[in-house]
């Protein structure tokens, strides 16, 4: 099904007069009822769908800010979840009271968890572990590898499946690239690997900040 109209766009992540704007957007709804959002503005054609494609479905401050009640009523069932800097702090074993419990909170109200992590040591493991979630190291996100996994261990279709990450290249990407349901938050701390600090200047690039 296709449709065309105006919309007021919110763009929460710009400021000021920009947080507004109308725009011609083109939705196209699919079989699964997923929706795709093709929008046009003042930038090129290219520009214009590759922000698209980066565009996350939704926004948290942090893990612990993302409403379970919200995602009980989408119906949503499955949480695959980032950990450096989503959980974690980059390379660091300890997690903020208010994400454990947030971790804890999930699973007592039954929704399935797993951590799909880039990071390939077995930290990654040993914090599963300890949170008793199945986790997945070496995913090599935006790849669709690590979620289809994750999938099979949650046992739940894509459309009952959310991931929430800190990033717009690994995870918000990898998951349009499988079809999932994504919510970006704010990443932990400041410090990051080399390749990611140059990923994040071209977030800023795409979600229009000018500085991070
Ligand atoms: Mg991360």
């Known amino acids: 099904m296709l449709a065309s109209a105006h919309f007021l766009l919110n763009e929460p992540w710009k400021s000021g007069a920009q947080a507004q704007k109308v725009v011609q957007a083109t939705l196209h709804v699919d079989a699964r009822g997923g929706l795709l959002v093709h929008y046009c503005e003042d930038s090129g054609e290219s520009a214009r769908k590759a922000r698209a494609v980066f565009r996350p479905d939704g926004y948290a401050e942090r893990l612990s800010h993302v409403s379970l ?123 990051d690997w080399l390749g990611t600090r140059l990923l994040r200047l071209l977030e800023r690039v795409l979600l229009g900040r000018k500085s991070g």
């Open 69 to 191: 009640d919200e995602l009980a009523a989408r119906g949503f069932l499955g949480i695959i979840v980032d950990l450096d800097n989503t959980l974690v702090g980059y390379g660091q074993d300890h997690l903020a009271f208010e994400d454990a419990a947030w971790i804890a909170t999930a699973r007592a109200r039954d929704f399935r968890i797993c951590l799909v992590s880039n990071n390939f040591n077995d930290r990654v493991l040993r914090i599963g572990a300890q949170l008793g979630v199945p986790a997945i190291a070496s995913a090599l996100k935006p790849l669709p590898r690590g979620f289809a996994a994750a999938l099979r261990l949650l046992g739940t279709a894509k459309p009952q499946t959310v991931v929430v990450g800190d990033q717009l290249f690994t995870d918000v990407l990898g998951a349009k690239l499988s079809g999932l349901h994504s919510i970006l938050t704010e990443p932990l701390v400041a410090h």
